[in-house]
């Protein structure tokens, strides 16, 4: 397996408290993504980075901040965390034009 | 219209059928090919990449078709542990990984 992890694996929050999915991978591929997934929807791209400091929007990127400042990690902040963030969030990482490896996932629950 | 379109099913097919399940993508600059599984909202998995000339694994055989832009995945005598979400991907490269909605596959006794 690839090696990927994403911490926490789990977290319940209170609204409108911010909020950090790590996720760290020892591959040092170029592009980790942060993917959404709900029932209904599939997995929604939030934002990705392309190298250090170098990040993109995806589709679902409103209320989401990014940062990467090492290759290994990509951090995922949620400033102020609605019920609306409840989901599973994954963590991914790619090389070029190869397949993607994912962590285990992270369940959020905002109350 | 969705750069990634899958058929989101449910398929419900019986042990021992042959099941297909079909992909379209709307960019014709796309790269690359991937089928993943995905169990029970844990991480999506590769299942196989998809190449031109076509590719088989065992039971699972995957298609490319560039012309019309189509990708399929065929699995031959279905088990019950078939059952999951199949997902096409896409990757178009310079870091876009395009997903479909995932096609779900029950396999019954």
């Known amino acids: 397996d690839a090696g990927i992890t994403q911490s926490p694996r789990h977290k319940v929050t209170e609204t409108g408290t911010p909020v950090t999915l790590r996720c760290h991978q020892t591959?040092?591929?170029?592009?980790m993504y942060w993917y959404r997934q709900d029932p209904g929807h599939g997995l929604r791209l939030i934002h990705y980075s392309y190298g250090v400091k170098d990040t993109d929007k995806g589709e679902v990127s409103d209320g989401y901040s990014v940062s990467r400042s090492k290759t290994e990690d990509f951090l995922l902040t949620l400033e102020s965390a609605t019920s609306s963030q409840t989901s599973v969030y994954f963590c991914?990482?790619?090389?070029?034009?190869?397949?993607?490896?994912f962590g285990q996932g992270t369940r959020l629950t905002v109350v | 219209r969705k750069e990634v379109e899958q058929d989101p099913g449910p398929f419900n097919v019986p042990e021992g059928a042959t099941v297909a399940f079909n992909c379209t993508y709307s960019n014709s600059a796309s790269q690359s090919f991937f089928w993943y599984r995905q169990d029970c909202r844990k991480e999506p998995k590769l299942l196989m990449s998809?190449?031109?000339s076509g590719n088989e694994d065992g039971r699972f055989t995957a298609q490319l078709n560039r012309a019309s832009q189509y990708i399929s995945l065929l699995i031959r005598d279905s088990k019950l542990s078939d059952s999951a979400t199949y997902l096409c991907v896409v990757n178009m490269g310079g870091g876009k990984l395009i997903f479909g909605q995932g096609t779900e596959l029950s396999v019954k006794p």
């Open positions: 991914a990482i790619s090389e070029s034009y190869y397949e993607a490896f």
């Open positions: 998809v190449y031109s």
């Open positions: 591959e040092n591929h170029r592009y």
